[in-house]
Every structure is written in structure tokens, then in C-alpha cells.
């Protein structure tokens, strides 16, 4: 069972920075790939960003060049830096983890892009 919390969202003007964190409890966090996910009203969950327990990464298009995933394994920690935010970058992100029985989720923390 692994437990996930998010925080850090908040109202940004566009242009503005925001940093994102997820706590995990309930694993062994070095072994866990990690996501960040995000819904915007009327839309479907998107992927944002991808860690590999490696630290390997990845990104959706929308973002690359903007938003930096990185992980803390001492402290059980996973961070989205988000640089250069634009209004559709709004919507609630999520932390996401799997292992081989499920599928497992924050719950969520509100971005907000406007001037």
C-alpha cells in the first residue's frame, strides 16, 4: 500500500513559478517510478512528467523546456518545478505511483494560471 500526498499548488500569474511536491509513505520510495498527472475542467487526466526510480525522465510535450520533475529518495520525496506557466497549465496535478497490484493516487493539488 503506498500512500501519496501533493502539495504545493496555488494561484500563479502567467509567467510566475510554482514547485510541486508528493510525499510518499507505505514503500520502499527508491524503488518506485513516480508521475505527475493533471485534469483540467471538462478534460481528461494527462501525464506531465515521468521519473524513472533511476532518474530517469520524461515529459509531455506541453511542457518540456518548462517543467523539471526531480526526486529526493531521502526523503521519500518527488518535486515538479514548474517555470513559465501559461493558463493552460491550470487544472488539479497528481502524483502518481504503481506497483504490480495497483494503481496509486494523490489527492491532487489545485493549479491556478491567471492575471
Known amino acids: 500500500q503506498v500512500q501519496l500526498a501533493e502539495s504545493g499548488g496555488g494561484l500563479v500569474q502567467p509567467g510566475g513559478s510554482l514547485r510541486l511536491s508528493c510525499a510518499a509513505s507505505g514503500t520502499r520510495f527508491s524503488l518506485l517510478n513516480m508521475g505527475w498527472y493533471r485534469q483540467a475542467p471538462g478534460k481528461q487526466r494527462e501525464l506531465v512528467a515521468l521519473i524513472t526510480r533511476s532518474s530517469n525522465t520524461n515529459y509531455a510535450d506541453s511542457v518540456k523546456g518548462r517543467f523539471t520533475i526531480s526526486r529526493d529518495n531521502a526523503k521519500n520525496l518527488v518535486y515538479l518545478q514548474m517555470n513559465s506557466l501559461k493558463p493552460e497549465d491550470t487544472g488539479v496535478y497528481y502524483c502518481?505511483?504503481?506497483?504490480?497490484?495497483?494503481?496509486?493516487w494523490g489527492q491532487g493539488t489545485q493549479v491556478t494560471v491567471s492575471s
Open positions: 502518481n505511483t504503481r506497483d504490480l497490484t495497483a494503481n496509486y
